[in-house]
């Protein structure tokens, strides 16, 4: 069974570009979540989407951010422009149906902004 | 102040040492309890999963919650060079409400077993 993939693996963007990440979940998990690690900083939560639908958006950290889950499958998160602060490593996971689920994290997109 | 601490170390020790690491909450609402190891480069992998207070033993790995306290921790023992990771504990509260599915993380610590 294949695991969570994020494409790109590492991307570099120049500040005010747009950038769009993207995360494919273990297949059947209606489970997905988006989180980031800013350099010496824990992991955060940013997102939450049941098939769909966004369960949780506390965690955004502002309006240039858009997370999509079209037809609950794929997701992409989009910066749209890019700040210096949004560099980081951003992971997805995902995990089945139902609150209390182990979720499986995919590598990760490394994201440099200069 | 962090929900989560957790001392980033890094940590060292010789092959087959016990290795103890920690992590302190302030959320009472946390009633589940997780360990992950990341390698570098790669995503965070669960290694232990408990729930509510007590001890969790999978082969060489102890994870131990004292809720009491706010207090976890997970024990390697016979620790091999192949541990050598970052361990990032994390938490979430009980299910219910709109973000049951978010994980609070510690910062990691990073460990490394030499022969």
């Known amino acids: 069974e294949a695991g969570v993939t994020q494409f790109p693996s590492h991307s570099v963007i120049e500040k005010g570009q747009t950038v769009t990440l993207r995360c494919d979940p273990i297949s059947g998990h209606d489970n997905l979540y988006w989180y980031r690690r800013v350099m010496g900083k824990e992991i955060k939560f940013l997102l939450h989407?049941?098939?769909?639908?966004?369960?949780?958006e506390s965690g955004m950290p502002n309006n240039r951010f858009l997370a999509e889950r079209t037809g609950g499958t794929y997701s992409t998160l989009k910066v749209q422009p890019a700040e210096l602060e949004d560099s980081g490593v951003y992971f997805c996971a995902s995990s089945q149906g139902g609150p209390v689920r182990e979720q499986y994290f995919g590598p990760g997109t490394r994201l440099t902004v200069t | 102040q962090k929900e989560v601490e957790q001392d980033p170390g890094p940590l060292s020790v010789p092959e087959g040492a016990i290795v103890s690491l920690n992590c302190t909450y302030s959320?009472?609402?946390?009633?589940?309890f997780m360990w992950y190891r990341q390698y570098s480069r790669k995503g965070p992998e669960l290694l232990m999963y408990?729930?509510?207070?007590g001890n969790k033993e999978d082969g060489r790995f102890t994870a131990q919650v004292d809720k009491s306290s706010k207090y976890i921790s997970l024990f390697i023992r016979d620790s091999q060079p192949s541990d050598s990771a970052t361990y990032l504990c994390?938490?979430?509260?009980?299910?219910?409400?709109?973000?049951?599915?978010?994980?609070?993380f510690g910062q990691g610590t990073i460990l490394t077993v030499h022969p």
């Open positions: 959320n009472s609402a946390f009633q589940y």
């Open positions: 994390a938490m979430r509260s009980n299910a219910g409400g709109t973000s049951y599915g978010k994980l609070t």
């Open positions: 989407f049941v098939k769909e639908s966004k369960q949780d």
């Open positions: 408990t729930y509510s207070s």
